[in-house]
């Protein structure tokens, strides 16, 4: 019988599979209907050649995702705390764990910081597209926006589990995890709205699986709505997104453009689709069709079949995750710390995807958000593959400890309540 950990590495393997493919179908179009200028900032830019279509950046991209997925896999956990003998309010394990961070957590978390401030850096930060996002630093081009995005749901869920009971209380509990998730989405919001929303949702959520009162959150909700309101104010293009979302046909060649053509490939796609290569959109007509708009290319080439494809090994991906922190056999549950870890990583990704179909199917506005291990981007498929990897290390972890104890197999009444009680 097939393990959870082994779903999520068939889910994403797969996923990495179609997100080569359909990067590659865009990337030929391009080359056949563009000029080399046009093309100098593609990141699969070059010439059609068979070498390039097997080791361009995209394959070469994938691999390393599948690298960083084995790196994952057999990181040691205790490098980021845990154990049988951490609590937290709500998930039983033992004793209060240590207040005392490990020292990869304080290193992960001065670097993200370091790194989110780099981006307004002369000679460091990059402005792509109107937006301080990337850092160059050897070469390299990155997000640090995205490391953060995977960073929070291990600090947060380190906190949640050294402060045990405290975390129903205010000013022990819930202020210094909301104080940090506030500054670093209130960093990344400057510059990329729909990260910082993913951040401060996934951290929200996993604060109320580890215990902290409802109230207590509540009390984001003005915080929260004005922070959002303030900055979609403050950016003009923000509220000319707002009013494409509206109606994009007022200005079908202005703001609404870029929605409409989303729209043009899904319906274009119909149940089987054009067939891949044979798309029309990607010839120049829908940005970003091989980052944000992935989705649509996927429609309007594979038809409601590929799309629904996608979503299914999305959901499989998400379902073998659920398996690995709330199994049916008690014996591998794993400690709290690595459930309240894995729940941040599936939440990370879950939330991601669902935003991102919002955005392409025109259900929500129009926001730089990319479908995990489809959308082309190094830096997102190598820490996407790499937090995977972790996830299948915490069911390693758990059958290693199940298999070392003498006590006799007890069955959990119910896998879902026992992952959030």
Same mark, same amino acid.
């Given at each position: ?12 393997? #797969?996923?990495?599979? !179609? &997100?080569?493919?359909? !990067?590659? =179908? ?6 056949? %209907?563009?000029? #080399? ?42 490098? /980021? ?7 937290? #309010?709500?998930l039983p394990g033992g004793p209060v764990a240590s207040a005392r961070p ?29 937006? =301080?996002?990337? !850092? ?19 600090? *947060? ?16 509990? $819930? *202020? ?27 951290? !929200? ?5 580890? +215990? ?7 009390? @984001? ?57 044979? &798309?029309?959109?990607?010839? +120049? ?17 594979? +038809? ?12 499989? @991906? ?18 709290? $710390? ?12 879950? $939330? ?15 926001? %730089?958000?990319?479908?995990? @291990? ?17 996830? /299948? ?29």
């Amino acid at each position: 019988m097939l393990r959870p950990g082994q779903g999520v590495v068939l889910a994403t393997l #797969a996923l990495l599979i !179609v &997100g080569v493919i359909m !990067v590659n =179908s865009v990337w030929l179009a391009r080359s056949v %209907g563009e000029s #080399a200028a046009a093309l100098a900032d593609d990141p699969a830019a070059g010439p059609i050649t068979a070498a390039n279509l097997l080791w361009g950046r995209p394959t070469l991209y994938a691999l390393l995702a599948v690298l960083a997925l084995v790196s994952g896999m057999f990181l040691p956990l205790r490098l /980021i705390g845990g154990g049988r003998a951490d609590a937290c #309010a709500v998930l039983p394990g033992g004793p209060v764990a240590s207040a005392r961070p490990p020292a990869a957590l304080v290193a992960l978390a001065i670097s993200m910081l370091a790194l989110l401030a780099a981006v307004y850096l002369p000679g460091i930060g990059r402005e792509v597209n109107g937006a =301080s996002r990337w !850092v160059e630093i050897g070469g390299f081009n990155f997000q640090p926006s995205e490391i953060a995005k995977w960073a929070m749901p291990v600090l *947060v869920a380190w906190w949640c589990v050294a402060s045990g009971p405290r975390i129903r209380e205010f000013r022990r509990g $819930f *202020v210094p995890p909301m104080f940090a998730l506030l500054l670093v989405a209130g960093i990344v919001g400057v510059e990329d709205l729909g990260t910082a929303v993913l951040i401060l949702g996934v951290g !929200v959520v996993v604060l109320a699986i580890a +215990g902290v009162k409802l109230r207590h959150l509540a009390l @984001l909700i003005p915080v929260g709505g004005g922070a959002v309101a303030a900055a979609i104010l403050h950016s003009p293009y923000r509220i000319q997104r707002l009013l494409a979302w509206r109606d994009p046909f007022e200005d079908p060649q202005g703001i609404g453009y870029h929605i409409i053509q989303s729209l043009s490939a899904i319906a274009g796609g119909g149940i089987a689709g054009r067939g891949l290569g044979q &798309g029309i959109q990607k010839f +120049g007509y829908l940005p970003e069709a091989t980052t944000d708009f992935v989705f649509a290319i996927v429609c309007e080439e594979l +038809g409601l079949a590929g799309a629904a494809i996608v979503v299914a090994l999305l959901v499989a @991906l998400l379902w073998s995750g659920m398996a690995i922190i709330a199994p049916s056999d008690a014996r591998l549950r794993p400690p709290a $710390f690595h459930r309240l870890l894995g729940l941040g990583i599936l939440l990370t990704i879950g $939330f991601q995807a669902l935003m991102n179909v919002l955005v392409v199917t025109g259900l929500a506005p129009t926001k %730089g958000i990319a479908l995990p @291990l489809v959308s082309h981007g190094g830096t997102g498929w190598v820490l996407t593959a790499f937090s995977l990897g972790i996830l /299948i290390s915490i069911e390693r972890t758990a059958r290693s400890a199940a298999e070392n104890e003498s006590e006799p197999p007890r069955i959990a009444a119910s896998p879902l309540l026992d992952a959030v009680a």
